[in-house]
């Protein structure tokens, strides 16, 4: 029997800053950020970039005319990607433009500021980093900042930078947003899968929103090291906004057919990431994808990304009208507390979800 491990149980390790790191000029990257198994030969970037993430747009989700075909292009970017851009989604372009110069305008502080809001031991929230946990481990070229924003009444205010000015204000109108965004592309996917219970989008009004703000800094040695490791998204969907000046350079990569396809930035769109939660309860339909991201020479890079979870008292299994017609459940029925411990104390590199399969 696995150890089941919470997430605030996990002693995550305080780690160098990196921005601090790129700011020394230094002309090779330091051994811990070295990946040894980055270019593995199997899987290489696409050689003919020919592969083109799909693009959706909320107004012909929206306007009946269009919509059967809209509905039609979106199910087969979940089914055959799991990712694409989705533009014309209603968050406003003055929210987008807020949200990235707050953002940015946060990593632009000296130091010793932001550290005033640096992770503590026993808590993910915070400045600083995730999901590092020994001492051995290969980091990645990124620093973040991670807060759990709704329900807001559990708001841990002590690791909200109070700088810049209204940047608390800026990012709860921000969130508002996505939750708009992400029951509606809900609502169309469950279209898309012939789904008529609401609850499927509808907990996603209930839901629970979190932020990860990236920053990847210009890296002297970009082929050997990484700005996040491959993985999938554990959550519900993931709403990925690209915040570099233009032009934006593409750092994005999702796994498609066995090779690494970048996500071209498009302004103002949003990249859609569909998560574990939603692959099991798609029931395998959806397929949450293999990303990562990567790091340039000479320019820096951040991405603000919003991670959204259906509401708690939810059970996650297969949507039942997936499974009345005949075909059989492929993953266990779970609560979101016991699908988080999987994750958890999934060992680095095995698949937490394939341990949910019947
Ligand atoms: O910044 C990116 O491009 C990827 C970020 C990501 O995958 C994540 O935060 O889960
Ligand atoms: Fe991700």
Same mark, same amino acid.
């Given at each position: 029997?696995?150890?089941? /491990?919470?997430?605030?149980?996990?002693?995550?390790?305080?780690?160098p800053r990196v921005q601090q790191l790129a700011s020394q000029q230094l002309e090779t990257v330091?051994?811990?950020? /070295?990946?040894?198994? %980055?270019?593995? *030969?199997?899987?290489?970037?696409?050689p003919n970039q020919s592969l083109c993430v799909p693009l959706i747009d909320m107004t012909k989700l929206e306007n009946p005319e269009s919509q059967a075909m809209e509905v039609y292009k979106l199910h087969s970017a979940c089914k055959e990607w799991g990712i694409f851009q989705l533009i014309n989604h209603g968050v406003s372009d003055e929210s987008l433009r807020n949200m990235r110069?707050?953002?940015?305008?946060?990593?632009?502080?000296?130091?010793?500021?932001?550290?005033?809001?640096?992770?503590?031991?026993g808590s993910s929230e915070g400045y600083g980093q995730l999901?590092?946990?020994?001492?051995?481990?290969?980091?990645?070229?990124?620093?973040?900042?991670?807060l759990k924003v709704i329900p807001f009444e559990s708001t841990k205010f002590e690791f909200w930078p109070a700088k810049p000015h209204q940047f608390r204000e800026t990012l709860v109108s921000y969130i508002e947003g996505m939750r708009e965004v992400t029951v509606s %592309?809900?609502?169309?996917?469950?279209?898309?899968?012939?789904?008529?219970?609401?609850?499927?989008?509808?907990?996603?009004?209930? $839901?629970?929103?979190?932020?990860?703000?990236?920053?990847?800094?210009?890296?002297?040695?970009?082929?050997?090291?990484?700005g996040?490791?491959?993985? *999938?998204?554990?959550?519900?969907?993931?709403?990925?906004?690209?915040?570099?000046?233009?032009?934006?350079i593409p750092g994005l990569h999702v796994l498609k057919d066995s090779h690494?396809?970048?996500?071209?930035? %498009?302004? $103002?769109?949003?990249?859609?990431?569909?998560? $574990? %939660?939603?692959?099991?309860?798609?029931?395998?339909?959806?397929?949450?994808?293999l990303h990562r991201a990567v790091v340039n020479k000479t320019k820096e890079r951040l991405s603000i990304v919003t991670v959204c979870n259906p509401s708690p008292s939810l059970s996650i299994g297969p949507a039942k009208e997936l499974t009345m017609s005949g075909s059989p459940a492929l993953y266990k029925s779970v609560t979101i507390e016991e699908y988080f411990e999987c994750f958890y104390s999934s060992k680095y590199g095995i698949p937490f979800i394939d341990r949910l399969k019947i």
């Amino acid at each position: 029997m696995a150890e089941v /491990v919470a997430a605030e149980k996990i002693r995550w390790l305080p780690v160098p800053r990196v921005q601090q790191l790129a700011s020394q000029q230094l002309e090779t990257v330091p051994v811990m950020y /070295v990946m040894d198994d %980055i270019h593995d *030969i199997i899987i290489t970037v696409d050689p003919n970039q020919s592969l083109c993430v799909p693009l959706i747009d909320m107004t012909k989700l929206e306007n009946p005319e269009s919509q059967a075909m809209e509905v039609y292009k979106l199910h087969s970017a979940c089914k055959e990607w799991g990712i694409f851009q989705l533009i014309n989604h209603g968050v406003s372009d003055e929210s987008l433009r807020n949200m990235r110069k707050k953002v940015k305008e946060f990593f632009e502080l000296p130091l010793t500021e932001k550290e005033g809001w640096a992770q503590k031991p026993g808590s993910s929230e915070g400045y600083g980093q995730l999901f590092v946990t020994s001492e051995h481990q290969k980091l990645p070229w990124n620093d973040m900042v991670f807060l759990k924003v709704i329900p807001f009444e559990s708001t841990k205010f002590e690791f909200w930078p109070a700088k810049p000015h209204q940047f608390r204000e800026t990012l709860v109108s921000y969130i508002e947003g996505m939750r708009e965004v992400t029951v509606s %592309i809900m609502k169309y996917m469950a279209m898309g899968l012939k789904i008529i219970d609401e609850e499927f989008y509808e907990t996603y009004k209930e $839901g629970t929103y979190d932020m990860r703000m990236n920053l990847y800094p210009a890296c002297p040695e970009p082929e050997k090291a990484i700005g996040i490791h491959p993985h *999938i998204d554990v959550h519900g969907i993931t709403l990925l906004l690209e915040c570099a000046d233009s032009p934006q350079i593409p750092g994005l990569h999702v796994l498609k057919d066995s090779h690494w396809v970048f996500v071209q930035p %498009i302004e $103002g769109a949003l990249v859609v990431d569909i998560g $574990g %939660i939603m692959e099991i309860m798609s029931n395998g339909i959806y397929k949450a994808p293999l990303h990562r991201a990567v790091v340039n020479k000479t320019k820096e890079r951040l991405s603000i990304v919003t991670v959204c979870n259906p509401s708690p008292s939810l059970s996650i299994g297969p949507a039942k009208e997936l499974t009345m017609s005949g075909s059989p459940a492929l993953y266990k029925s779970v609560t979101i507390e016991e699908y988080f411990e999987c994750f958890y104390s999934s060992k680095y590199g095995i698949p937490f979800i394939d341990r949910l399969k019947i």
